[in-house]
């Protein structure tokens, strides 16, 4: 399954993890209309990435791994916080059928350093495309999705362009 939307556009593991928290920040995202960068929860999450992540980090287009354990062949997707991990499960098993396209059978994990927690994650393919076609989809909308009030909305990124 091709993973490009459109010419300009390549699904990628954020527009996955997003579809599970709010679909309309799938067509923002995918239109390059990006979030106030400043946001503290954006902060947050890079600087966790920036003490945790790998130094070397594998990347495939529209993916870029946080971790990778070579013996184990775990991929490792670093998060703030578990409040997400729905998300984060579906941004992981994307990375997994990824890189299973390329010929690496991998295993996944997402680590939360705060908390101590490792989330095992196995490839389930049948999901992935189903999310693909989801993201798919939306990206080719027109408009973006109506506006649903949800409980992230209050902290969200992207709430002005919504709420504003």
Same mark, same amino acid.
């Given at each position: ?28 995202? @995918? %239109?390059?209309? $990006?979030? *106030? ?5 954006? &902060?947050? =999450? ?41 998300? @984060? %499960?579906?941004? $992981?098993? *994307? ?5 299973? &396209?390329? =010929? ?42 109506? %506006?649903?009030?949800?409980? *992230? ?12």
């Amino acid at each position: 399954m091709s993973i490009k939307l459109r010419e300009d556009v390549v699904v990628t593991g954020t527009l996955i993890w997003y579809l599970k928290i709010c679909p309309r920040e799938v067509w923002y995202m @995918a %239109r390059q209309i $990006t979030p *106030y960068e400043g946001h503290p929860k954006l &902060e947050k =999450g890079r600087a966790i990435h920036q003490i945790y992540s790998d130094r070397i980090q594998i990347s495939l287009e529209g993916m870029k791994i946080d971790g990778f354990r070579r013996e184990e062949r775990t991929v490792i997707e670093i998060k703030s916080s578990s409040r997400h991990l729905e998300s @984060a %499960r579906a941004q $992981t098993n *994307y990375y997994l059928y990824r890189l299973k &396209e390329v =010929g690496l059978n991998c295993e996944g994990e997402i680590y939360v350093p705060k908390k101590g927690e490792r989330h095992r994650v196995t490839l389930n393919e049948d999901q992935v495309r189903r999310d693909l076609e989801e993201v798919k989809s939306i990206v080719n909308s027109e408009n973006p999705p109506p %506006r649903v009030r949800i409980k *992230y909305c209050k902290k969200c990124a992207y709430k002005d362009f919504c709420w504003g």
